[in-house]
């Protein structure tokens, strides 16, 4: 992630309006970039650049940390023709994303140094973005013995993930919060119930009902978190809540909060914006795990992320191709993929009036940078020039085929978005540049 | 669009996918012209021309004997083509994909498309592929519309009417095609649909389809017009959803004693095939007011009516 010679010299990027939640920066100026990270910061650098820099005019628009994506699926190692590394990064660049946290899904699962190793060597070579992973907490994420936590901490592993799937084992998961604990490691859980949800294609309720489909009910994710939080409450591990989807969930975190347990929880971008009623004729692009809600949990959502109660937002990017969606809905795989629209996405509660700009990047970059341990996620001086300039303003229409993840399946083809990202910039280098089609 | 200018368009549909959003109007007139179907069929000489030169490809994922050779009797009476595929055996195993299969079919200019398939949805998402007609054969718990209308016709030539009737259906919801098409289609028609099953074979938020929910066919069959049993999977009476096929059968099994609820003259029907001594007593099926051979019946000359109807529809190119 060496910055080459061309952009050695400081840069300046002024006329931008600038947000840093980290330090309640929310302001009409500029920044400077030396050698990869912020040097300088402030309303000074609105109209003037410093002298021997290379200025960018933002031309008003707005300057933030790059996000930082705590989900996301690709196929490398295993499944590369729905994605690579590199590719998801090129997706991510495209979407802002400076940071993408990938997850042990792949195959083989992510459960030993060597791979955490594999993953870390790849991104080096084939990136454009930061790459950090999560390593698997259980073998094969069997959800049956432990992982060598502290080893893959010690190699790069950023939190240790079960993937799609919940632990059953109670005494499993009790032991692997209290082993992770003493490595000061985080624990990332999905939380589904495995037996309530075997073969649910969606939530349950009268849409299902309608459409014939195997569906499942929220109380599958409540009660394994409700569980989660117990054993959080016994064993002072510290615990993130992965994928919360419904209110009920928000319920539980809120009590574990109040508690002072070490708990924090994402939601996805997928169950902020859509709602069950999206899937229609059974359109499999939205086929999702944990499946889409009510409009009613959605709500519920939105304001928690509002009120700080969700702490973060990931886009769950989950490529498959059309082997795996262009099949009867029940058949077909979970998954959309979200790294580009992410952020476009996220603007859209902005615009809707629920969320501020401020909250929205604090819960896509700061809060994720901060669970995890990471520099980034601030404008501070000093923090790794990791960076996106976007028009919020900028309407553009998603088309899947354009899209740079090498799976198409997106919810949001031929949506209509505002907000476009501009630049994208890791260690002050330049990884994306939108192009205006012509 | 220029096709059949001169003849009045019975049923205005593309595809028969689903019971739900039907007309009403449609749908008497559909039955309307199953009635002719099923004057047709009691004649020596069973065979029109309607259909000549018409290719129908009955396409079954899963095997059905009943189903398939009603659509096959119904589209040869007709003086289509037809042609059955049995898929689960052959192209499946092989890895094809039903869009794979589709697509193959639709190059071979088919003109009718009856699929049955085990995945809700599946014949929806067929009818975005292709270029002909889709009829649904039953599309796993979805739809089975044909069903649905078959029972109505048996209905409506029993009572002369399905308007204002109780029609109480019993036993698996949760699984069944039949019960949601026949949810959709009996509320089209006017008439009053009860749900009768122990709570674990009730699917989520049933009222809300336009039914009342009942858990004791007592209360379930109390003044009902029609009974209309379902079939109960050997594998759902395992302990998963209903502890035995004999306590089943004691406490939501149609024989006379239950059957007594219900009106004096009501209908028993069942879709078949028939579990008897599970969901149904053998004398009751057979009973006077039985009417299960006639649905069989209806069977024929309902797919008669879709098929020509849907045919009707065909815009020359």
């Known amino acids: 992630m060496e910055a080459p010679d061309t952009e050695q010299q400081p840069q300046a990027f002024i006329n931008a309006h600038v947000i840093d939640p980290a330090n309640g920066i929310d302001i009409r100026g500029g920044v400077v970039v030396t050698e990869g990270r912020i040097a300088d910061i402030g309303v000074h650098l609105h109209r003037n650049a410093p002298p021997d820099t290379i200025v960018h005019d933002c031309q008003g628009h707005t300057l933030i940390p790059g996000l930082v994506d705590m989900q996301v699926f690709t196929g490398e190692p295993g499944n590369e023709h729905r994605e690579t590394l590199k590719t998801a990064s090129r997706a991510a660049a495209a979407g802002g994303v400076t940071t993408m946290i990938v997850m042990p899904d792949t195959d083989p699962v992510i459960d030993q140094v060597a791979l955490v190793d594999f993953i870390q060597r790849r991104a080096r070579d084939n990136a454009r973005v930061r790459v950090r992973t999560m390593g698997a907490m259980t073998r094969g994420l069997a959800g049956e013995e432990m992982t060598e936590l502290g080893l893959m901490k010690r190699a790069g592993a950023v939190a240790f993930s079960n993937g799609k799937q919940s632990v059953m084992n109670a005494a499993i998961m009790r032991n692997v919060l209290s082993y992770a604990r003493d490595f000061e490691a985080l624990i990332s859980h999905h939380t589904e119930d495995a037996h309530l949800s075997r073969g649910a294609a969606m939530n349950a309720g009268l849409l299902a009902t309608r459409l014939g489909l195997t569906s499942v009910n929220p109380v599958a994710e409540v009660m394994v978190l409700e569980r989660d939080l117990r054993l959080v409450a016994l064993t002072g591990g510290n615990y993130h809540a992965a994928t919360v989807t419904c209110a009920e969930s928000l319920a539980a975190i809120e009590k574990a909060k109040e508690a002072g347990l070490p708990v924090t929880c994402a939601v996805s971008i997928n169950h902020l914006t859509l709602n069950e009623i999206d899937i229609g004729d059974y359109r499999t692009f939205f086929k999702v795990r944990p499946p889409l809600r009510s409009e009613d949990d959605r709500q519920a959502l939105v304001a928690a992320v509002k009120s700080g109660l969700v702490d973060i937002v990931v886009s769950s990017h989950d490529p498959q191709d059309e082997d795996t969606k262009r099949l009867p809905f029940s058949e077909a795989a979970d998954g959309a993929i979200g790294l580009e629209t992410m952020l476009a996405a996220s603007l859209r509660l902005v615009h809707n009036g629920d969320i501020t700009l401020s909250r929205v990047v604090e819960a896509l970059s700061l809060a994720p940078s901060r669970r995890l341990g990471l520099e980034s996620g601030t404008l501070s001086k000093g923090a790794p020039a990791d960076l996106c300039v976007f028009d919020p303003g900028m309407p553009w229409l998603v088309d899947r085929e354009v899209l740079h993840s090498r799976s198409k399946n997106t919810p949001f083809d031929e949506a209509k978005m505002q907000g476009r990202v501009l630049r994208t910039l890791v260690a002050g280098q330049t990884v994306h540049q939108y192009a205006r089609a012509t | ?317």
Request: glycine share 6%; proline share 3%; with cysteine.
């Open chain 2, 1 to 317: 669009m220029a096709a059949n200018s001169n003849t009045q368009t019975v049923f205005p549909y593309q595809h028969l996918l689903t019971c739900e959003g039907l007309d009403v109007r449609h749908v008497h007139a559909l039955l309307d012209l199953a009635e002719d179907a099923a004057a047709l069929n009691l004649r020596q000489d069973k065979k029109r021309e309607a259909l000549r030169g018409r290719t129908q490809i009955n396409l079954f994922f899963e095997a059905s004997t009943r189903t398939q050779s009603s659509f096959e009797l119904a589209g040869k009476r007709l003086g289509a083509d037809v042609m059955n595929m049995a898929v689960s055996t052959s192209s499946v195993q092989k890895g094809e994909t039903l869009i794979d299969t589709a697509m193959t079919l639709n190059a071979m200019r088919p003109d009718l498309l009856v699929v049955r398939h085990s995945s809700a949805g599946a014949a929806s998402l067929l009818a975005q592929k292709v270029d002909c007609h889709v009829i649904n054969a039953g599309d796993g718990p979805h739809q089975h519309p044909t069903q649905a209308l078959l029972d109505a016709l048996t209905i409506r030539r029993a009572k002369g009417r399905v308007e204002g009737l109780t029609v109480a259906i019993c036993g698996d919801i949760k699984h069944s095609r039949v019960a949601r098409s026949n949810i959709d289609l009996l509320n089209i028609l006017g008439a009053r649909v009860r749900l009768v099953a122990p709570s674990t074979l009730i699917p989520t938020e049933a009222a809300k389809l336009g039914a009342e929910v009942f858990t004791s066919m007592q209360a379930g069959l109390d003044g009902a017009d029609v009974v209309m049993m379902l079939r109960l999977q050997r594998e759902r009476m395992g302990g998963s959803y209903v502890p035995s096929g004999r306590e089943y059968f004691h406490f939501f099994g149609l024989d006379h004693d239950k059957l007594r609820y219900a009106k004096p003259d009501a209908l028993i029907m069942h879709p078949g095939p028939m579990n008897r001594g599970v969901e149904i007593a053998s004398t009751v099926a057979d009973d006077a007011r039985s009417v299960i051979r006639e649905q069989v019946e209806m069977g024929v000359a309902i797919r008669m009516a879709v098929l020509e109807a849907l045919a009707q529809n065909t815009s020359e190119t």
